[in-house]
């Protein structure tokens, strides 16, 4: 069983920035792909951003490209992801998820494990 656990959300001005942590535990993540995405209510979970384990490769959402960046500390077994520049359309609650697989997919239907999801608010 993999059990992930973000932390790190909440209230932050337009413009300022957070740092998401996600710990994962349970299973060896050497070959896992870690994404994280944001849901807001009513609406689809979205793609933030994935990393893969193994090549440190990184792919990111158009709406976050230069603001956020998501990387990851093997040792620890945790992935970050760091909020710049943030504006109102950047609430929502952001999630962590682990895929098996080894290229990365910015779809939410690919990844298997889940964390319960931190919420993110950016007033303006």
């Known amino acids: 069983q993999v059990q992930l656990v973000e932390s790190g959300g909440g209230l932050v001005q337009a413009g300022g920035s957070l740092r998401l942590s996600c710990a994962a535990s349970?299973?060896?993540?050497?070959?896992?792909?870690m994404g994280w995405f944001r849901q807001v209510p009513g609406k689809e979970r979205e793609f933030v951003a994935f990393?893969?384990?193994?090549?440190?490769?990184?792919v990111y959402a158009d709406s976050v490209k230069g603001r956020f960046t998501i990387s990851r500390d093997n040792a620890k077994n945790t992935v970050y992801l760091q909020m710049n520049s943030l504006k109102p359309d950047d609430t929502a609650v952001y999630y962590c998820?682990?895929?098996?697989?080894?290229?990365?997919?910015?779809?939410?239907?690919?990844?298997?494990?889940w964390g319960q999801g931190t919420q993110v608010t950016v007033s303006s």
């Open positions: 998820a682990a895929d098996r697989g080894v290229s990365g997919s910015r779809n939410y239907r690919a990844y298997e494990y």
């Open positions: 349970g299973r060896a993540f050497s070959s896992y792909v």
């Open positions: 990393i893969t384990w193994s090549s440190g490769n990184t």
